[in-house]
């Protein structure tokens, strides 16, 4: 048996492993082509042909509703830019709570802040890591506005549950999908269920367009008004005769490179998300047959996982080891993981403190919430003892190198003895 690369011994993956990359000629013809054209951006921040952006974002919306079977997309410059402007189309204001929940990127809970709502943490479900549907409804008050559902690591959330909690209640389900693409529920895409969805195309998501986000709708009213949100709003509100309230727009706008890329991405999605499931699938039947105090991830009935990440449960009880030195000794092993993901979202100096953006603390003056005392112990004890991560999204793993993978986790479960009496 070969001794462990911690304590001295050969790494099991001796060079680092290839980086996912999805750019190809495809792109590179195409940018060439918008810089050709000499227009890299077809915007104008008034109501005219020109509102709604230059042929290439719009020829990439187009291609994207149809993907997704969806009646409406609105490129963006991120995913944090398109949470921002749904919450806006929504008319959040003041005092309006969002239930979002504890584990998620920080944009998921920073967003309604920027229309003074006052974000309300949810904890999550053990196995799916998405959303409790039962403790979002204990949550839910007079002043509840909207819940964000994030389909986490690319499984779905109970969104037709949620979708029917939030029409009953008269409030609006908002899904980030940043990292579900192509995942499904009840053979639905992800991102469609809610009433609107936010995909990211951040780099190192399934496609990406360096930077970049799409918002997605079936309502002509949130279309209209995330499209002005995205682009100086508050210059199409007469025009329109639209309903004034967030028409303060931002400069949230898609270049036309960013777009042209998002069109030759668009077509190769279902490979590119295909590599990733069975990867991961290949990973967690290896897991299974192999390392008894790790569960592969669980994909709930009638739902379809596109695998951002691999994420597996660790037993620390039956490893005899903590998380954080199982880790250590893979990263030794040359192995690329994380455990824990981020901390819950609550724990933000600006929750903590409630640093607001005025001096007497806007947007938390307007609520009693005391985020100090907020707990979602399900969320703390992934963090603290439980989630491993392979970074499936980030490595683009042949057949050879997911071999040297999973036999560098062998080398670890084989040596776990070893770990024991490290502090």
């Not at 931002?250 to 490179?257: G, P």
């Amino acid at each position: 048996m070969s001794k462990l690369a911690l304590f001295g011994g050969n790494k099991h993956i001796s060079k680092p492993l290839k980086l996912y990359r999805t750019i190809g000629v495809e792109e590179e013809k195409i940018v060439q082509d918008v810089m050709k054209s000499g227009c890299l951006s077809g915007y104008v921040g008034a109501w005219c042909d020109e509102f709604n952006g230059g042929p290439y974002v719009q020829e990439f919306e187009k291609q994207w509703s149809k993907k997704f079977n969806i009646k409406h997309s609105v490129a963006v410059n991120s995913n944090t830019s398109g949470l921002i402007a749904a919450l806006g189309a929504i008319g959040l204001s003041p005092g309006d709570e969002v239930i979002v929940p504890a584990w998620s990127m920080s944009a998921t809970s920073t967003a309604p802040i920027f229309y003074g709502g006052v974000p309300i943490f949810v904890d999550i479900e053990e196995n799916t890591f998405c959303l409790n549907v039962e403790l979002v409804e204990e949550a839910i008050t007079p002043k509840t506005k909207a819940i964000i559902a994030v389909n986490l690591f690319g499984h779905p959330a109970e969104l037709r549950r949620l979708k029917v909690l939030a029409d009953k209640m008269n409030i609006f389900l908002i899904e980030d999908n940043a990292q579900a693409p192509l995942a499904k529920e009840f053979g639905n895409y992800t991102g469609t269920i809610g009433h609107v969805g936010v995909f990211s195309l951040n780099y190192h998501k399934h496609i990406h367009t360096g930077e970049g986000g799409v918002c997605v709708t079936n309502d002509d009213e949130l279309a209209i008004r995330m499209q002005g949100i995205r682009n100086h709003g508050e210059n199409i509100v007469e025009s329109l005769n639209l309903n004034p309230v967030n028409m303060i727009g931002f400069n949230f706008r898609m270049t036309e490179l960013s777009a042209a890329i998002g069109i030759e991405q668009l077509k190769k999605i279902d490979n590119f998300v295909n590599s990733r499931i069975q990867i991961s699938k290949e990973i967690s039947m290896f897991i299974k047959d192999n390392i008894e105090f790790i569960q592969p991830p669980i994909t709930r009935q009638n739902c379809e996982h596109v695998y951002y990440l691999w994420g597996g449960k660790f037993n620390t009880e039956i490893a005899h080891t903590s998380l954080e030195i199982f880790s250590k000794a893979l990263h030794a092993e040359g192995c690329p993981n994380s455990f824990g993901y981020v901390k819950p979202l609550y724990n933000l100096p600006m929750f903590q403190r409630k640093i607001g953006l005025g001096r007497n603390g806007f947007p938390f003056n307007l609520s009693n919430i005391d985020y100090s005392q907020v707990k979602c112990p399900v969320a703390e004890k992934l963090l603290n003892e439980e989630l491993i991560e392979l970074l499936v999204c980030s490595y683009d793993l042949n057949e050879k190198d997911l071999d040297l993978m999973l036999g560098s986790i062998l080398k670890v479960y084989e040596n776990i003895h070893e770990l024991k009496n490290i502090d």
